[in-house]
């Protein structure tokens, strides 16, 4: 088993906030539960909303993937998509964008404008950060990553549990890391590992994850 973050901000290369700099912007919306902004917003926030600022860069070394509105994500407006080492970042409710399917682009690198396009109640950065096919807290990814915090190593098998609700599917997961089980011959491979099985609620399995993926036990 392997954790899924890289191992520091030196290891993974320069990281900076979606503004361009070491100093976060202002949040409007912090990731996780809240009250739906808005008919058809979720009351789970799997992003982070900046505000403050009008270009938005890209916040690592990557590739981008998409550009545009991808099918089903209609709500989210005008997108960009960064495929980085270890991890992936989607930029939501742009104004307009400045990069190509493609390109190559590094800390800093203008991807777009912030904007109110999709399903939004005013102009903001919606932020997603994705490892492991999990969305995950931007802000604590980041901030490790600029301060250069050491992220934890792999956790021992008598720590891992394996969770499943009724939309997440089931993962197995443990401090610092987590595994998205997409087969049923995943799930069943896991069961050696796990020390718990939970049969568990979406926001259960939601906070549970954002926890293993920062470190912590659950």
């Known amino acids: 088993m392997h954790a899924l973050y890289p191992e520091s901000a030196s290891a993974a290369g320069q990281v900076l906030w979606p503004n361009g700099t070491t100093t976060r912007p202002a949040i409007s919306s912090p990731f996780g539960p809240r009250t739906a902004p808005t008919d058809g917003a979720s009351t789970y926030h799997l992003g982070c909303d900046f505000v403050g600022y009008s270009s938005v860069k890209s916040i690592a070394d990557g590739r981008v993937t998409v550009v545009g509105i991808p099918p089903g994500w209609g709500p989210g407006g005008l997108q960009v998509w960064v495929q980085?080492?270890?991890?992936l970042?989607?930029?939501?409710h742009l104004a307009s964008t400045s990069v190509s399917v493609g390109q190559q682009?590094?800390?800093g690198t203008p991807l777009g404008i912030m904007g109110k396009s999709g399903n939004v109640t005013g102009v903001h950065h919606h932020l997603e950060v994705v490892v492991g096919g999990a969305q995950i807290d931007p802000v604590p990814f980041i901030?490790?990553?600029i301060n250069n915090t050491p992220i934890?190593?792999?956790v021992l098998e008598d720590n891992m549990i394996r969770i499943s609700s009724p939309s997440r599917g089931t993962a197995l997961l443990g401090p610092g890391?987590?595994?998205q089980l997409n087969t049923q011959e995943e799930i069943d491979n896991s069961a050696p590992l796990?020390?718990?099985i939970i049969?568990?609620?979406d926001r259960q399995f939601d906070l549970w994850r954002s926890m293993a993926l920062h470190g912590e036990h659950v």
């Open 199 to 201: 049969a568990g609620n």
């Open 194 to 196: 796990a020390s718990a």
């Open 177 to 179: 890391y987590f595994r």
């Open 152 to 154: 934890p190593s792999p």
């Open 105 to 107: 682009v590094g800390p």
């Open 143 to 145: 901030t490790n990553r």
């Open 84 to 87: 980085h080492d270890g991890f």
């Open 89 to 92: 970042t989607r930029s939501l």
